[in-house]
């Protein structure tokens, strides 16, 4: 009987991260009362685990292929200037017109909802670049988009990864959150809405491009953003509305282009 790979792995990442959340980071705060940048450095660390898991129990996931041919094929994809901009640029676009629009229904500048905290700005940045972007894309979009797209079509696959993306944050949702009280509900809501649809906007440019580049961008995009915001739970379902709307309308023009491919390589071979 054919090992089941991707459940190992999912199964694995999930007890690990949530192992690294409760003993390491709960340590250093709870314990050793660590400063902010301390433990945004332990959150970087975390957040790199599907990619520790993957890289050290490589045989265990992928025993048929080596980590070298592995990862050449996950950045062998060209990578282009404008598209490259276009996927950081899309979930940092979607944020920042979410936080327009909630600007506008409370009355308030948007720059009011911005704090830069006491880390510099640079530094900022550069964690944030560190972090899930980096750190994870390798498994999410690498590893498990394979695994899926073998069993799936792109939507379901897509639905699917963006599931278990999802759901893999669930321990931070409750020990690294603000809405403890009924704005818990919306807020989860808006997590699982939203980051399954940055996954169908992840795959639909990597099944143009296929480098982690552009996912690594869009994530980057996405979070960059929430390292300064300081907004209530209305930015968070006015982000969902949007991705709500923007995530149908890029799919359908992926299967546009896909079905305008297909008739056009079939008319060659006519």
Same mark, same amino acid.
Request: glycine letters at 6%; charged letters at 15%.
């Given at each position: 009987?054919?090992?089941?790979?991707?459940?190992?792995?999912?199964?694995?990442?999930? &007890?690990?991260? +949530?192992?690294?959340?409760?003993?390491?980071? #709960?340590?250093?705060?709870?314990?050793?009362?660590?400063?902010?940048?301390?433990?945004?450095?332990?959150?970087?660390?975390?957040?790199?685990?599907?990619?520790?898991?993957?890289?050290?129990?490589?045989?265990?996931?992928?025993?048929? *292929? %080596?980590?070298?041919?592995?990862?050449?094929?996950?950045?062998?994809?060209?990578?282009?200037? @404008?598209?490259? @901009?276009?996927?950081?640029?899309? %979930?940092?676009? &979607?944020?920042?017109?979410?936080?327009?629009?909630?600007? &506008?229904?409370?009355?308030?500048?948007?720059?009011?909802?911005?704090?830069?905290?006491?880390?510099?700005?640079?530094?900022?940045?550069?964690?944030?670049?560190?972090? #899930?972007?980096?750190? *994870?894309?390798?498994? +999410?979009?690498?590893?498990?988009?394979?695994?899926?797209?073998?069993?799936?079509?792109?939507?379901?696959?897509? !639905?699917?990864?963006? @599931?278990?993306?999802?759901?893999?944050? %669930?321990?931070?949702?409750?020990?690294?959150? *603000?809405?403890?009280?009924?704005?818990?509900?919306?807020?989860?809501?808006?997590?699982?809405?939203?980051?399954?649809?940055?996954?169908?906007?992840?795959?639909?440019?990597?099944?143009?491009?296929?480098?982690?580049?552009?996912?690594?961008?869009?994530?980057?995009?996405?979070?960059?953003?929430?390292?300064?915001?300081?907004?209530?739970?209305?930015?968070? !379902?006015?982000?969902?509305?949007?991705?709500?709307? &923007?995530?149908?309308?890029?799919?359908?023009?992926?299967?546009?282009?896909?079905?305008?491919?297909?008739?056009?390589?079939?008319?060659?071979? *006519?």
């Amino acid at each position: 009987m054919k090992s089941n790979y991707l459940k190992k792995y999912i199964i694995s990442s999930y &007890i690990l991260v +949530w192992m690294l959340i409760i003993f390491v980071a #709960g340590t250093a705060s709870l314990v050793f009362h660590a400063p902010p940048v301390i433990m945004w450095v332990v959150r970087n660390l975390i957040a790199w685990s599907p990619t520790y898991l993957l890289l050290i129990g490589w045989k265990h996931f992928r025993p048929d *292929e %080596t980590r070298t041919a592995f990862m050449k094929r996950c950045f062998s994809g060209k990578v282009k200037l @404008l598209p490259l @901009l276009l996927s950081f640029a899309l %979930t940092f676009g &979607i944020s920042v017109l979410s936080l327009f629009i909630f600007s &506008i229904m409370t009355g308030k500048p948007m720059l009011s909802y911005i704090n830069l905290g006491t880390t510099a700005l640079p530094l900022s940045i550069f964690l944030s670049f560190t972090s #899930g972007p980096t750190g *994870e894309e390798l498994g +999410w979009r690498g590893f498990m988009r394979e695994e899926f797209n073998r069993k799936y079509g792109f939507l379901k696959s897509s !639905v699917c990864q963006g @599931l278990v993306w999802c759901f893999w944050h %669930t321990l931070l949702w409750v020990v690294d959150s *603000e809405f403890t009280d009924w704005r818990a509900i919306p807020y989860v809501i808006s997590n699982v809405v939203v980051i399954t649809s940055i996954t169908v906007l992840m795959n639909i440019f990597l099944e143009r491009h296929n480098n982690l580049l552009y996912s690594v961008l869009l994530h980057f995009g996405f979070n960059i953003l929430y390292v300064f915001l300081d907004a209530d739970i209305g930015f968070f !379902v006015i982000l969902t509305v949007l991705y709500l709307v &923007i995530t149908p309308i890029a799919v359908l023009i992926r299967n546009k282009t896909v079905e305008n491919n297909d008739s056009g390589e079939r008319k060659i071979k *006519e």
